[in-house]
Antibody, heavy 120, light 111 residues
Framework: QLQLQESGPGLVKPSETLSLTCTVS??????????WGWIRQPPGKGLEWIGT???????HYNPSLKSRVTISVDTSKNNFSLKLTSVTAADTAVYYC????????????WGQGTLVTVSS | QSVLTQPASVSGSPGQSITLSCTGT?????????VSWYQQHPGKAPKLMIY???KRPSGVANRFSGSKSGNTASLTISGLQAEDEADYYC???????????FGGGTRLTVL
């Protein structure tokens, strides 16, 4: 059974870089059938897609975040990572990682999510 | 502001059927049969309920069904149960440059 687990600091200072890693177990990030994505949810608000990566390194980013986002994949460690630069309080959210099917672009399963707070 | 438009809230009584809407454009919902729906209970991660407009993953009750007409996708829940009370989000593929977009979510209340 595929599982995803987010990890990283829960508190980041304004203007700094948010860094998270999603570790995949029970499956491989090198599968040709899947992308690997990041989605966030500010407290009390809806879901926002951040970006997606393929095992080859091909990425797709939300145009509204593209200038600040980098997603990378490490096939040797079976994980993928998110970096978001120049964070502000508006970036405070629960960050989820999820597997996205290439065939139909649906996200399943999801990690449990990790709350990242941007505050000094 | 979300790209896909969903009503903020919907309510229904146990046993009733309700339909949640998700309105996009000809660049996303209208162009691709790649709409998915997610159920999210408070404090939990979203769960895939419908993919490719109308397909149900294994384990999802057949009370949940999806459809699409033009730029609007719909999720219908029949025989409403208390456990269906949750937030529901739609998502659509939107082409190679935008990739995917989510709706703002609908809070379903079971009266």
């Amino acid at each position: 059974q595929l599982q995803l687990q987010e990890s990283g600091p829960g508190l980041v200072k304004p203007s700094e870089t948010l860094s998270l890693t999603c570790t995949v177990s029970g499956g491989s990030v090198s599968s040709s059938s899947y992308f690997w994505g990041w989605i966030r949810q500010p407290p009390g608000k809806g879901l926002e897609w951040i970006g997606t990566i393929y095992y080859s390194g091909t990425t797709h980013y939300n145009p509204s975040l593209k200038s600040r986002v980098t997603i990378s994949v490490d096939t040797s460690k079976n994980n993928f990572s998110l970096k978001l630069t120049s964070v502000t309080a508006a970036d405070t959210a629960v960050y989820y990682c999820a597997r996205e099917a290439v065939a139909d672009n649906c996200f399943d399963p999801w990690g449990q999510g990790t709350l990242v707070t941007v505050s000094s | 502001q979300s790209v896909l438009t969903q009503p903020a809230s919907v309510s229904g009584s146990p046993g009733q059927s309700i339909t949640l809407s998700c309105t996009g454009t000809s660049s996303d919902v209208g162009s691709f049969n790649l709409v998915s729906w997610y159920q999210q209970h408070p404090g939990k991660a979203p769960k895939l309920m419908i993919y490719e407009v109308s397909k149900r993953p294994s384990g999802v009750a057949n009370r949940f069904s999806g459809s699409k007409s033009g730029n609007t996708a719909s999720l219908t829940i029949s025989g409403l149960q208390a456990e269906d009370e949750a937030d529901y989000y739609c998502c659509s593929y939107a082409g190679s440059s935008t990739h995917v977009v989510f709706g703002g979510g609908t809070r379903l209340t079971v009266l």
